[in-house]
Every structure is written in structure tokens, then in C-alpha cells.
């Protein structure tokens, strides 16, 4: 962020920036305001449809109890550690695969497994899940710059009441 604020303010440079989520740059930082010009496309922007939404206290109903057969799932939550948990929760009490991703350059986070690194180059180089993969388990860090255009991923579980983050996570499943 202070990159975009840095190169915003000098004279022989322009940023230019697309995003769903503008919120999100303007929300946080008030100052950028005077420097954004907005630019209107004529032509209709793609827009992905979310045609259920529910409201639930209980993870592990979702996770669990809605898993079925065949299904692929992309899930998102805010922390490692709870990213973790989803995927001990989704695999000690059904028969899915689960993997939990989050940023490799997070020095504060532990390391990526080879499993991981194999699986997040397959995703981000193929825009699909691995055969053997069923949920698909990740947090912010990892919520965008990447697309996903796998039909078999039929349903996309975001665990947060942001609708910026909502919006950023289910545009990753295209």
C-alpha cells in the first residue's frame, strides 16, 4: 500500500488499477482519495452471480455435516490456525481431501509443505483443483491474483461477514 501511495504522488508515473473491491484501497486509506480518478468502461463488466447465501454459527455443520460425495469446494477463512482446523475437522470426520493453503512469503507463518507448494503451483498454473484434492481451504493471503475456472468446484464457503472479502474470494472461482 504505501508502494501505491509512493508512486501515486509523483508527476512521471500513473498507476492504474482494476479492481471488483475498490472499497477495500479506500476504506483503509483515506489519503489516496484526492489521487483516484475513476475510469468508467463502456462495456459491461462480468460479474459472477452468488445464488445462495446463508448465515451460520456453526462451522463444522457446514464443513461436515453439507460435505457431499464429489463434490470440490473452495473454503476461505481469515487465520492459519483456523484454516488448519477446517482441514482437520473436514478430514477426521469424512472421507474428503483437504489442504490448506496461505502465503508462502509470510515469514511469520509456517513454511509451505512440498505438498502444499506442488498444490499451489498445480492451482495457479492449471486455474484448477488437483483430481485427488476436495476442499480447498485458504486465507486471505492467498484470496487474490489467482483465478479458478474448474467446473468441479461447485460450491465456495467464505467464512467472514465482509462483503469485500465475499466478493474477492467467490471471483476467484470463475
Not at 483503509?28 to 484526492?34: F, P, Y
Not at 493471503?141 to 460450491?155: E, H, K, M, P, Y
Request: hydrophobic share 40%; aromatic share 10%; glycine share 2%.
Amino acid at each position: 500500500m504505501e508502494a501505491i501511495k509512493r508512486w501515486s504522488k509523483s508527476n512521471a508515473l500513473y498507476v492504474v488499477a482494476m479492481t471488483a473491491t475498490p472499497e477495500v484501497f479506500l476504506e483503509k486509506e483515506k489519503e489516496l482519495d484526492e489521487l483516484i480518478q475513476v475510469i468508467q468502461s463502456k462495456e459491461k463488466l462480468i460479474a459472477y452471480e452468488i445464488l445462495a447465501r446463508f448465515t451460520y454459527t456453526n462451522a463444522e455443520e457446514v464443513l461436515v455435516e453439507s460435505a457431499q460425495d464429489g463434490e470440490k469446494r473452495l473454503i476461505f477463512t481469515h487465520t492459519i490456525k483456523q484454516a488448519n482446523e477446517f482441514k482437520q475437522l473436514v478430514e477426521d470426520n469424512t472421507k474428503r481431501k483437504a489442504l490448506a493453503l496461505w502465503s508462502n512469503s509470510n515469514y511469520n507463518a509456517p513454511p509451505l509443505t512440498f505438498e502444499q507448494l506442488s498444490a499451489r503451483r498445480y492451482i495457479i498454473e492449471n486455474e484448477s483443483f488437483p483430481d485427488d484434492l476436495d476442499d480447498l481451504i485458504f486465507t486471505e493471503a492467498f484470496s487474490t491474483g489467482w483465478n479458478l475456472t474448474d467446473d468441479r468446484v461447485t460450491t465456495t464457503i467464505v467464512h467472514t461477514s465482509n462483503n469485500a472479502l465475499i466478493k474477492q474470494v467467490c471471483g476467484r472461482n470463475r
